[in-house]
Nanobody, 123 residues
Framework: QVQLVESGGGSVQAGGSLRLSCAAS????????MGWFRRAPGKEREKVAF???????TYADSVKGRFTISKDNDLNTLYLQMNSLEFEDTAMYYC??????????????????WGQGTQVTVS
């Protein structure tokens, strides 16, 4: 059984930083893409950052240069370091995983596994 558990959300002033964590279990040794989505009230789910099975990373234009995604394979944990936070970054952030050896799914429905979400509020 695959489980993704996010942590690290909270409230921060604009310009501040937060680091989100996603502890993964049950994914095994198969290839997988892991990443972060977010959803603000009244808005569509938005892709944020992703890491492929071979370690390549992609970012939404809105977070490039401010957010960094990384993985600790020994701890089976995905991170999202968020710096220079802006009010527009306020959202529920979700960790997601998809079983695939190459690349990442282009849409949210391509991800089989989801965490419960962690709230980030920037004021």
């Amino acid at each position: 059984q695959v489980q993704l558990v996010e942590s690290g959300g909270g409230s921060v002033q604009a310009g501040g930083s937060l680091r989100l964590s996603c502890a993964a279990s049950g994914l095994g040794y198969s290839g997988h893409c892991m990443g972060w989505f977010r959803r603000a009230p009244g808005k569509e789910r938005e892709k944020v950052a992703f890491s492929t099975s071979d370690g390549s990373t992609t970012y939404a234009d809105s977070v490039k240069g401010r957010f960094t995604i990384s993985k600790d394979n020994d701890l089976n944990t995905l991170y999202l370091q968020m710096n220079s936070l802006e009010f527009e970054d306020t959202a529920m952030y979700y960790c997601a995983a998809a079983r695939r050896w190459v690349g990442c799914p282009g849409i949210w429905s391509g991800y089989q596994y989801w965490g419960q979400g962690t709230q980030v509020t920037v004021s």
